[in-house]
Structure formats: C-alpha cells, structure tokens
C-alpha cells in the first residue's frame, strides 16, 4: 500500500506540474521523500519481527480495492483542478487509516496493533499535510464546499481555549447524534452504537444544552439510504476536530494551552480510530 501510494504521489506530482501548481507538486516531491523514509522503516520494522522482508507486490490489484479505485478514477479524468487532485489524495489517506484502524481494532496480536496504530498515525499525518494544500488550492480556486473548510482555534489562554473547544465538541456531537439516529433507522446498530458514543465523548466536552449544526448538512444525512456515506460524515466531522486541535498545539505559545489541546487532540484520536474502524467494514 506504501509503495503504490509514493508511486501514485509522483504520478500526482507530474500532473500538478503540467497545470503550474508548482507549489502543490512541491508538497508531493516532499510526502514521497517522507514515504521512502516510511517505507524503510517498515522494511526495518518487518525484517526484525519476520526475519524477512515484505514481498513485493507486481499486482496492484493486490491493494484493498477502494484505494486502488480512488487512485485510478484520478488518473483517468483529465478534467481534475488541483482541488480535486489534493481531495483524491486526502481521500486515500483517509481509506488507510480506516484500513490499518480496522487492523488494529481487530487483531488479538500486540505487535500486530501497535504497527497498525503506527501506520494509522502516518495515515493521518499525511492527511493533514494534503488538507492544508487543498485549503490553499480553495482559496485559489474558489472552489468546493464550506464545510470542507476545518474549524480554528485561536485561544491565547486556558479560559479562552475550554470556551472555544466547549463550542466546537458541541457542534459535532449534535452531528454525530444525528448520523447515529440515522444508522439506527437503518438498522445499522452497531455503527449507531460506534456514533453515539462518540456523540457522547464530545457532548461531555461540549457546552450543556447545545445543539449546533449545519442544517444542509443535516438534509443530506436524512437521504443517505447506505452506512457507507454516513460513516465518512461522521469520520470526516471527527477529523476536523482534531486537527483544530492539532493546529492550535503547533501554534500556541501558552503552556496550559498547549497541554489542553494535546490532550483533546488524543481523546479526538480515539473517536477518529473507532469511526475509521467500523467505517472500512462497509467500505
């Protein structure tokens, strides 16, 4: 999966050249020097607990079959913007780390979990790089929806950051809410059951009494007839929290702050992991 997404990145990387966007092939070129170094560490990683390494797989059809078809419905419209191109390739890391989510969320073995974990965190990395391509390419462009757009946190202190944060996990729990009730229609249960608990992590974070949400978004969820759809609102909700939370760690200069978002930030993994998990089972 590592070496066929680098490959696909250069392929990426050629396009974006083609259309000028040399900034955006420069993000590439750097995530495929950092998947090379992944990629080692992998090999590394194999050959100290199989003995041997990984073999090499001449099939790409070998892949899980929804990364492969998301990389090849890129490659075969030559109408992409580069917002387009940057949502496939945020798209394809989300899929890994509902993949190795999966993984680590099934298997009774240790070692088998903590590399999953590991590859999920990449994923996840990965993920947020691209993100901020794609918000650069929006502006560009003018393109795409608003709520693609992840929510900011701007506290310059401990007071200011648990109002803000309080207002954030509100809104997403009443999302969450809403796709559980949705699944549950569906007879999805255990998905539901997946939602609601994550609906319940941030509602008891949140601001008592709140019930923010986006009313199209809302309406979309109500004709959803598929899990599948529904799962990745309630993934991609939960990704935006967190790396509001993610972003205000890397910026802010208040300890309290910083410590307050880095614990939120790993609580917010949790919901990501659990979603991402029950969300591959449908993919």
Same mark, same amino acid.
Not at 15 to 38: N, P, Q, T, V
Not at 177 to 204: N, P
């Given at each position: 999966?590592?070496?066929?997404?680098?490959?696909?990145?250069?392929?990426?990387?050629?396009?974006?050249?083609?259309?000028?966007?040399?900034?955006?092939?420069?993000?590439?070129?750097?995530?495929?020097?950092?998947?090379?170094?992944?990629?080692?560490?992998?090999?590394?990683?194999?050959?100290?607990?199989?003995?041997?390494?990984?073999?090499?797989?001449?099939?790409?059809?070998?892949?899980?079959?929804?990364?492969?078809?998301?990389?090849?419905?890129?490659?075969?419209?030559?109408?992409?913007?580069?917002?387009?191109?940057?949502?496939?390739?945020?798209?394809?890391?989300?899929?890994?780390?509902?993949?190795?989510?999966?993984?680590?969320?099934?298997?009774?073995?240790?070692?088998?979990?903590?590399? @999953? !974990?590991? +590859?999920?965190?990449?994923? #996840? *990395?990965? $993920?947020?790089?691209? %993100?901020? /391509?794609?918000?650069?390419?929006?502006?560009?462009?003018?393109?795409?929806?608003?709520?693609?757009?992840?929510?900011?946190?701007?506290?310059?202190?401990?007071?200011?950051?648990?109002?803000?944060?309080?207002?954030?996990?509100?809104?997403?729990?009443?999302?969450?809410?809403?796709?559980?009730?949705?699944?549950?229609?569906?007879?999805?249960?255990?998905?539901?059951?997946?939602?609601?608990?994550?609906?319940?992590?941030?509602?008891?974070?949140?601001?008592?009494?709140?019930?923010?949400?986006?009313?199209?978004?809302?309406?979309?969820?109500?004709?959803?007839?598929?899990?599948?759809?529904?799962?990745?609102?309630?993934?991609?909700? @939960? !990704?935006? +929290?967190?790396?509001?939370? #993610? *972003?205000? $760690?890397?910026?802010? %200069?208040? /300890?309290?702050?910083?410590?307050?978002?880095?614990?939120?930030?790993?609580?917010?993994?949790?919901?990501?992991?659990?979603?991402?998990?029950?969300?591959?089972?449908?993919?």
């Amino acid at each position: 999966m590592e070496e066929a997404s680098a490959r696909r990145y250069a392929e990426l990387a050629t396009r974006m050249e083609k259309l000028g966007a040399m900034e955006m092939a420069g993000a590439f070129h750097a995530l495929i020097e950092e998947r090379s170094d992944h990629i080692e560490e992998i090999v590394r990683r194999a050959n100290q607990l199989t003995g041997a390494s990984p073999p090499a797989l001449a099939d790409p059809r070998g892949l899980p079959s929804e990364i492969a078809r998301s990389w090849d419905e890129a490659e075969a419209s030559a109408l992409l913007s580069p917002y387009r191109i940057l949502g496939v390739a945020v798209d394809n890391e989300m899929l890994a780390f509902a993949f190795y989510s999966y993984v680590a969320a099934q298997s009774n073995d240790a070692t088998v979990r903590a590399t @999953a !974990e590991w +590859l999920a965190g990449k994923a #996840l *990395d990965h $993920a947020a790089t691209l %993100r901020a /391509e794609r918000r650069r390419a929006y502006r560009r462009e003018g393109a795409g929806r608003a709520r693609d757009e992840r929510p900011m946190l701007d506290a310059s202190s401990l007071p200011e950051f648990v109002r803000q944060s309080r207002r954030l996990e509100s809104r997403a729990a009443a999302f969450h809410r809403r796709i559980a009730s949705r699944l549950a229609a569906l007879g999805e249960d255990a998905a539901s059951k997946t939602v609601a608990e994550v609906a319940e992590r941030e509602s008891a974070a949140g601001v008592e009494g709140a019930n923010e949400t986006d009313e199209a978004a809302t309406v979309d969820l109500a004709q959803a007839a598929t899990p599948s759809p529904l799962l990745r609102s309630a993934l991609g909700e @939960a !990704e935006r +929290l967190h790396q509001a939370y #993610l *972003d205000l $760690a890397d910026h802010t %200069r208040d /300890e309290q702050v910083l410590v307050a978002a880095q614990q939120a930030a790993d609580r917010t993994m949790q919901s990501l992991a659990a979603i991402a998990a029950r969300w591959h089972v449908f993919r």
